[in-house]
């Protein structure tokens, strides 16, 4: 192909621009100071519970394959907002507002849901940055808060890839660092205040891919065009590893062995990371990584490895652990998925075939099961279908290492204590084997 994307700096630290993106915004009232302390005294008192203990000990035993009973996690997701609902927040500033938020759903975690997620005496806050730039951007056309939408992918033809390159994105350092240290005025003696970002959810890929190209044209690109797919995902492969190494370079990664949400779903909680010859700046190899192809379901297991499985394994090869899959069923690709170096967490989606999978992963693998959240949005929420489902699900995993994760509930019908009689009735029947 002659078409060919801009090369990788060769300075790795030019990945990164800094740049100042907050501008204002950072005076917080006394009156915000004041009510996010209080939020932050009882997400510490919530913290030092000895059921918290107790919460981390088991995903540590979990995590390195040992047999407890199935632990439990309950996301609300886009729900969030039926339990914290916007109305609801005191404060105004835009960044109090968002601390508000969170600290209060630890609280209603820690006091209501009481799943097994741990609350950590920890207040982290992300850098103040922009989103990656390849080069090219999709024009989305229709979106708006939780609607449906539509884009124009920008790769056209096979000369449209030599426009795209690495990503780039901007960090506001000063700005970050204010924000921590008025975190710090706030917080300092309740909360231990930490500078940590997630700088992707997944290095699947292919949602890129699909922005870029469309998702009816690279199932047409797979018979007719291959060509194109592998110069997109080559680059995107490339410009994921570059990132990885200019993200250790300028120590901006950090430990996800702790309470962090690791994989699309579960914790990280693990002696077996960082490394042994961990030095304090963190690399991918003390990190769990993660990947998925939701975009590819109905792709045979061939087409899945040409096209994606080939370009993720050198970027999870660099993890200590890794997590694959989200709500794409991968029975009907293990052979192709169990090739991925350091596997440790199988994400099996209700659109997966449980005894199949169950087969598969024993206990040498995670079993990450995704109950259907429909189950939480529907006209009536029936307690006793949700148990049987639960209970049958439980039976069919008896001899496996089982995680129960609820999420993708975009809705619960504003009604809070649907998720709070789903982590109930879920932990009960767990306890029952």
């Known amino acids: 192909m002659s078409a060919s994307p801009k090369k990788y700096p060769a300075d790795a630290t030019e990945l990164i621009v800094e740049s100042k993106l907050v501008e204002d915004g950072l005076t917080f009232s006394q009156a915000e100071k004041d009510h996010l302390r209080s939020l932050a005294g009882t ?21 390195m394959l040992q047999s407890t009973r199935p632990l439990v996690f309950c996301d609300p997701e886009g729900s969030w907002r039926e339990i914290v609902p916007d109305e609801s927040l005191q404060c105004e500033n835009t960044f109090a507002r968002d601390w508000e938020f969170n600290l209060r759903a630890k609280i209603f975690r820690g006091k209501e849901m009481r799943d097994d997620r741990t609350i950590d005496p920890y207040f982290d806050v992300s ?7 390849w080069g090219l951007e999709a024009k989305i056309i229709g979106a708006g808060r939780g609607n449906a939408y539509r884009w124009d992918p920008p790769v056209k033809t096979e000369a449209d890839i030599a426009k795209l390159h690495f990503p780039t994105f901007k960090i506001d350092t000063a700005g970050t660092e204010r924000l921590a240290e008025i975190a710090e005025e706030i917080f300092g003696d309740l909360l ?37 797919l592998h110069a997109i995902m080559s680059v995107l492969s490339s410009g994921f590893m570059a990132l990885l190494d200019a993200l250790t370079e300028r120590k901006l990664l950090s430990l996800n062995c702790d309470g962090s949400y690791v994989g699309s779903g579960g914790f990280g909680w693990t002696d077996e990371l960082p490394q042994a010859d961990f030095d304090g700046t963190v690399r991918p190899c003390d990190m769990w990584g993660f990947a998925e192809s939701q975009e590819t379901v109905g792709v045979s297991q061939d087409m899945f490895e040409e096209f994606v499985l080939r370009y993720q394994l050198p970027i999870l090869s660099r993890f200590g652990l890794n997590c694959y899959g989200c709500c794409e069923p991968v029975d009907d690709r ?25 087969a598969y992963l024993g206990q040498q693998y995670i079993y990450s099961m995704k109950p259907n959240p429909s189950d939480l949005a529907m006209d009536n929420f029936d307690e006793a279908r949700i148990r049987q489902k639960m209970r049958n699900e439980f039976q069919t995993t008896r001899n496996c290492i089982v995680e129960a994760i609820m999420k993708d509930t975009h809705t619960i019908r504003n009604d809070p204590t649907r998720v709070i009689r789903w982590v109930q009735i879920t932990k009960e029947e767990a306890e029952k084997l």
Do not use: C
């Not at 918290?52 to 995590?63: A, G, P, T, Y």
């Not at 850098?127 to 730039?133: E, I, S």
């Not at 192709?336 to 005894?355: D, G, M």
């Open 127 to 133: 850098h103040v940055r922009t989103g990656y730039d």
């Open 192 to 228: 231990s205040v930490r500078i940590k970002s997630s700088w992707w959810w997944s290095l699947g890929m292919t949602n890129y891919l699909v922005n870029l190209r469309g998702l009816d044209q690279i199932l047409f690109d797979m018979l007719d065009n291959p060509q194109i």
């Open 43 to 63: 997400v510490a008192e919530l913290s030092v519970q000895p059921i918290e203990s107790e919460k981390r000990d088991l995903w540590l035993r979990h995590n």
């Open 334 to 358: 293990w052979e192709a998925v169990k090739k991925v170096p350091n596997l440790r967490r199988i994400s099996v989606s209700p659109w997966s075939k449980p005894e199949k999978m169950a």
